[in-house]
């Protein structure tokens, strides 16, 4: 497909105000800033200008049900053919989750993301990859006096998850006035942190836990890792899924430049989760395993290997200058 | 001493503008919000006045020795009579740090606070208990256009501290753009986070995961705690004080009211800190065992008794009413 241009805020703008057969989707396993987004477009749409969109996003954390309205996401799709549909915070034209039958039948495609990698799918497009998150590219869209409590409360939320609360580096002076006029609406901003972004469930907190205690160092502190058996896990009745927070609490020790968490998916067969802070590329370590990501966040699979043996490899493949010449 | 109105913010910007034999002091133990709040009036002093004014501080954690210009902080007096002594982040007389015979003996002690509970007690005052840190009161006292780089790299600092990044309650609006307009200084504001808000010492990191990962729940969830005890802090190679995150951690396991984290400082002696999310008032249920503290955040120490007797004892002691009537 060929890569065209942006369109215009005013083109957008226009879009919105068309009132037709209108559904909204995000990408598969919506994560803070997708909900957020789909449920912002529709809450944006219903109240200023009376028509109401159909969202489509996959199953997602119920701690988002604290958004409002979260009763009007559909899971499965109804054969209908929309004269429009928006896609929200998707990077790529295959990573529509539900819905996507419905993007594709559209007889309008629109599309809006912060991914700077989107090769642009849509008939209109609209990606700012110098935006922190899907929201506050919503935000530069929405007019500012449309925008009310319960818009607020969406945009917020998603600029909080794909921001880290603010701390990432995708954060802007532009972000963080735009995060003080929503929250001039009153919206619960303590609690929609705390809720959505922090809490975890008593066995996720206690097992993820577990496996960091039991970290360890290596390459003076430059390294740090740490791995759960698939026993360990059924011990804490929790899955692979809920020891996220593992690897990123492993980035935060003092001196520690790359983290690595190792969980086992079945028996003898290793998902490995790479950071790093500032100087090993992990994307690069975890390609030379086979597996792919971003410079500070990736990922690999190994087989029927040993925790020790898998990292014994890994050390062995980080660049001697890059840990000889660290700057942490 | 007599309780007198706040001055007027043209009244301390006359005091900034007049150069003479001047000091700076904290509060005990100082926190992220007191050195920032001490260094970043240093800095507006000399950068726009050109003159220096002698910092005092107790001992702080080295992460802060990344803010501009540390080398400059005293820990101990010189013999001095100064013409003018701040007060920075002080919300009571007797919990001067380091300099505090420097503030009762100087010509003009200037007190400059944001605690709601401080008694006043300078020649010229400036406490706003509206406002969330102390650094965000210096911010309003501060003509805009003086503030620079590294003013507003202390000033955010304590803003993140005394916000819990930008999370707590006492976030306005105006805090997010004021936050805004410092990081628009360049100013390296993710690893002021990471390094001096989220890093953990590799053993307090573990250490502090081994704690939680022992958490046991009561009250179906409600409420939940862990303990420390001596020996287990010596085989991590820590001391009490670097168990300080537990205890939050603990209160944002999902269904959690009321948090308990107990630590033993010396054979059967337990210091207790209670956290609690909205429901029960845990200054009470601390002064009822002899302690103190906030609604949400308290502490009191137990003696000669083990931790089971121990929970046994707050719980019974938490109102029915709160745990049947939760609005978790």
Redesign the interface.
């Known amino acids: 497909m060929e890569k065209r241009p942006n369109d215009t805020i005013e083109m957008l703008r226009a879009e919105f105000a068309n009132v037709r057969k209108t559904a909204i989707v995000g990408h598969l396993h919506p994560d803070g800033d997708c909900i957020s987004s789909c449920l912002a477009l529709y809450h944006y749409l219903k109240d200023n200008y009376g028509y109401e969109a159909d969202v489509y996003l996959e199953p997602y954390p119920s701690?988002f049900d604290m958004l409002p309205d979260t009763a009007v996401i559909r899971h499965t799709v109804k054969p209908e053919v929309y004269d429009v549909v928006y896609s929200l915070d998707c990077a790529d034209l295959d990573r529509i989750g539900a819905g996507k039958e419905l993007f594709d039948s559209a007889k309008k495609r629109v599309m809006i993301d912060h991914h700077i990698s989107n090769p642009v799918f849509g008939d209109v497009n609209y990606v700012k990859g110098e935006i922190g998150s899907a929201c506050e590219v919503l935000y530069t869209l929405f007019e500012e006096d449309k925008i009310n409590y319960n818009v607020a409360m969406c945009l917020y939320t998603g600029m909080v998850h794909d921001t880290g609360?603010?701390?990432?580096?995708n954060?802007?002076?532009?972000?963080?006035?735009r995060?003080?006029?929503l929250?001039?609406f009153g919206i619960p901003?303590?609690d929609l942190?705390?809720?959505t972004f922090?809490?975890?469930?008593?066995n996720e907190?206690?097992?993820?836990?577990?496996?960091?205690?039991?970290?360890a160092?290596l390459l003076d502190?430059f390294f740090?890792w740490s791995y759960m058996e698939t026993k360990e896990m059924e011990r804490f009745h929790i899955t692979s899924a809920e020891l996220d927070s593992v690897v990123s609490?492993?980035r935060?020790?003092?001196?520690?430049d790359t983290a690595v968490f190792l969980y086992e998916i079945e028996s003898g067969v290793w998902k490995c989760s790479f950071r790093s802070?500032h100087v090993v590329n992990v994307s690069e370590l975890a390609v030379s395993f086979g597996g792919g990501g971003h410079v500070r966040a990736s990922g690999c699979t190994f087989y029927h290997k040993k925790p020790d043996e898998i990292i014994t490899e890994i050390v062995n493949r980080i660049p001697k200058e890059d840990y000889a010449g660290r700057a942490l």
Do not use: H, M
């Open positions: 701690v609360v603010f701390q990432y580096s954060v802007t002076p532009d972000t963080l006035t995060a003080a006029k929250i001039a901003f303590t942190i705390q809720k922090y809490e975890k469930s008593f907190t206690r097992a993820s836990a577990y496996a960091i205690s039991k970290a160092q502190g740090v609490e492993l935060n020790i003092r001196g520690v802070n």
